[in-house]
T-cell receptor, first 113, second 116 residues
Framework: GESVGLHLPTLSVQEGDNSIINCAYSNSASDYFIWYKQESGKGPQFIID?????DKRQGQRVTVLLNKTVKHLSLQIAATQPGDSAVYFCAENMKGSARQLTFGSGTQLTVLP | GAVVSQHPSRVICKSGTSVKIECRSL??????MFWYRQFPKQSLMLMATSNEGSKATYEQGVEKDKFLINHASLTLSTLTVTSAHPEDSSFYICSAPGLGLYNEQFFGPGTRLTVL
């Protein structure tokens, strides 16, 4: 079936560098996407979202890019800090699906000192 | 922002017993809540949609008689794992959507269930 997936299961970056986490989705009916951060033993924490009528959205140190042509989503974290170490999930909401979310497999981001 | 709480945060029980997990929206009302299960190093898998005032909707492969869901009020949903077995050990997370069509979902802190 259709699913949300990630290209990289793990990512290690040096502190201060920029991080890019990628996500591929296959459901063309999805119209809302969210990035979540999950620290060990905790629930997912909202980072940033984007609607399908947009291709870029910026937050504090984070940017989400959406390429509907190739069904690709990315999360960019600027000046990565040790506190950014966590698992990052993308999630999609299919239009008309009662706001249920389908989660990708996750990427473990490790920030090296 | 909106806050969702869960209780207990962790529970250990013996095989064959039942465990109830509560999910509360603290400062907003939620007619719908979602229950997820997450195994170690895996993603969140939607188990069911809890609907206030009506029956829950279960995802394919989730046994409704084993995972009882009750949405008792606009701020409370409960998940009861009946006759728990070691394979039910997992991290259970609930969420509630915010207001508006595109608002994000707010997640609880999760409940770690260990069945001995």
């Amino acid at each position: 079936g259709e699913s949300v997936g990630l290209h990289l299961p793990t990512l290690s970056v040096q502190e201060g560098d920029n991080s890019i986490i990628n996500c591929a989705y296959s459901n063309s009916a999805s119209d809302y996407f969210i990035w979540y951060k999950q620290e060990s033993g905790k629930g997912p924490q909202f980072i940033i979202d984007i609607r399908s009528n947009m291709d870029k959205r910026q937050g504090q140190r984070v940017t989400v890019l959406l390429n509907k042509t190739v069904k690709h989503l990315s999360l960019q974290i600027a000046a990565t800090q040790p506190g950014d170490s966590a698992v990052y999930f993308c999630a999609e909401n299919m239009k008309g699906s009662a706001r249920q979310l389908t989660f990708g497999s996750g990427t473990q981001l490790t920030v090296l000192p | 922002g909106a806050v969702v709480s869960q209780h207990p945060s962790r529970v250990i029980c013996k095989s064959g017993t039942s465990v109830k997990i509560e999910c509360r929206s603290l400062d907003f009302q939620a007619t719908t809540m979602f229950w997820y299960r997450q195994f170690p190093k895996q993603s969140l898998m939607l188990m069911a949609t809890s609907n206030e005032g009506s029956k829950a909707t279960y995802e394919q492969g989730v046994e409704k008689d084993k995972f009882l869901i009750n949405h008792a009020s606009l701020t409370l949903s409960t998940l009861t794992v009946t006759s728990a077995h070691p394979e039910d050990s997992s991290f259970y997370i609930c969420s509630a959507p915010g207001l508006g069509l595109y608002n994000e979902q707010f997640f609880g802190p999760g409940t770690r269930l260990t069945v001995l």
